[in-house]
């Protein structure tokens, strides 16, 4: 016998509070539902993309207390007391981020779909290292997979990116 608790109570639905771009948020969630399901399925921020479920192709990336985090193997449960934010909450004032605007400008996102993944991720980047070279860049998003692109406008828009922030807090 397991040491585990299937009891009907260890594994009921609980209401949680998230904190999700800045908002609180109540979910209904079990103890074994990934953040990605409670954001997409019970929050209706479809942004943040299901790719591989498995951890190894980066579309689910959100950030957790300011980190990236894969939402496809982070449980629910243990977010209700961090700060979560998903693609759609990178900017409060519903403009694009410098990154979103790059990625569009160069051509880095073809299909989409691996996009908010690759923006997080670089989003965590940027804000940790404002002046990031193409090795730390490449190391920074060795975590996620684009099908359509050869990574090199990728790269380019978050190369791109870094340079305007550093002019922007520059002239501040």
Do not use: W
Not at 80 to 92: Q, S, V, W, Y
Not at 140 to 169: D, L
């Amino acid at each position: 016998m397991s040491d585990r608790d299937l009891s009907p109570a260890a594994v009921a639905p609980r209401v949680i509070t998230l904190t999700v771009n800045g908002a609180p948020r109540t979910a209904t969630v079990r103890p074994y539902d990934v953040l990605l399901d409670v954001l997409r399925e019970e929050l209706n921020l479809t942004g943040t993309k299901r790719g591989c479920d498995m951890g190894t192709c980066g579309c689910c990336t959100v950030h957790l207390d300011g980190r990236p985090r894969l939402s496809c193997l982070t449980l629910a449960l243990d977010c209700a007391d961090k700060a979560i934010t998903t693609i759609e909450g990178l900017r409060p004032d519903a403009r694009l981020d410098t990154l979103q605007r790059f990625f569009a400008e160069t051509g880095g996102s073809q299909c989409g779909f691996c996009t908010p993944g690759f923006i997080m991720t670089a989003r965590a980047l940027l804000d940790a290292n404002q002046n990031p070279d193409d090795a730390e860049i490449r190391e920074a998003i060795s975590g996620n997979v684009c099908r359509c692109t050869g990574y090199v406008k990728i790269i380019e828009a978050i190369r791109r990116a870094a340079a305007e922030e550093r002019i922007t807090a520059a002239e501040r």
